[in-house]
């Protein structure tokens, strides 16, 4: 069974600049989360999918941060305008059901300068 | 806010000496309790998990963990480590109840398996 798969596994930017991560989740699993790792963290939660339907973006920066889950299979992320501190590892993941075990994919290394 | 505490940032340990890493979580009425491992350049993979039933909980490679609700824990455990455990340790919780499944991750652990 196919995992997680992310694109890009690595991306450089300058501040300010716009930048899109994609994430295409287990076959079959309805639920998609994005973290976001900064460098000596753990994972935190970005925003959670059931389907193509969001359930928690609490903790999304939405003035600059924007998610959607076309078809309520693959997803993407984006951050426009990018700012230094959001240089960090992002994850996707996916689980079957809701309370279940989440798979993550490889993550994006974003750096910003 | 709810939160998990790894309080170990790094733990050395002798090959086939016995580790015990902490985690505690802020008190909730319910919750769901896991802990990943992430190796050198790899991604996140599941250890174990503890979802209901029995407290005491058990990985493949011979790693275990118990749920004790009136301390809030969830420490993990191995009796003997091998070079091959040498990793990071993450402890999640999903807190169940409040309308979204998101995991909220402890800082992680370092585990150093020195020869």
């Known amino acids: 069974e196919a995992g997680v798969a992310q694109s890009p596994r690595y991306k450089i930017i300058e501040k300010r600049q716009s930048v899109a991560f994609w994430c295409n989740p287990i076959?079959?699993?309805?639920?998609l989360y994005w973290y976001q790792q900064i460098l000596g963290q753990g994972p935190k939660l970005l925003i959670q999918?059931?389907?193509?339907?969001?359930?928690?973006d609490s903790q999304l920066p939405k003035d600059r941060f924007s998610a959607e889950r076309l078809k309520g299979v693959d997803s993407t992320l984006k951050i426009q305008p990018a700012k230094l501190e959001d240089s960090a590892v992002y994850l996707c993941?996916?689980?079957?059901?809701?309370?279940?075990?989440?798979?993550f994919g490889p993550g994006t290394r974003l750096t910003v300068l | 806010a709810q939160s998990v505490t790894q309080l170990d940032s790094q733990v050395p340990v002798f090959e086939e000496a016995p580790v015990e890493l902490r985690c505690n979580y802020s008190?909730?009425?319910?919750?769901?309790l896991f802990w990943y491992v992430q190796y050198p350049n790899q991604g996140l993979q599941l250890l174990l998990k503890?979802?209901?039933?029995?407290?005491l909980v058990e990985s493949i490679n011979g790693f275990e963990a118990e749920f004790n609700k009136s301390q809030t824990s969830f420490h993990l455990r191995k009796p003997s480590v091998h070079i091959s455990d040498t990793a990071e340790y993450f402890c999640?919780?999903?807190?169940?109840?409040?309308?979204?499944?998101?995991?909220?991750f402890g800082k992680g652990t370092h585990l150093i398996i020195q020869p």
């Open positions: 076959s079959g699993h309805a639920t």
């Open positions: 999918f059931q389907n193509n339907g969001v359930v928690d």
């Open positions: 008190s909730s009425v319910s919750v769901y």
């Open positions: 503890y979802l209901s039933g029995s407290t």
């Open positions: 999640a919780v999903m807190y169940s109840g409040g309308g979204a499944d998101g995991l909220t």
């Open positions: 993941a996916s689980s079957l059901e809701r309370v279940d075990t989440q798979y």
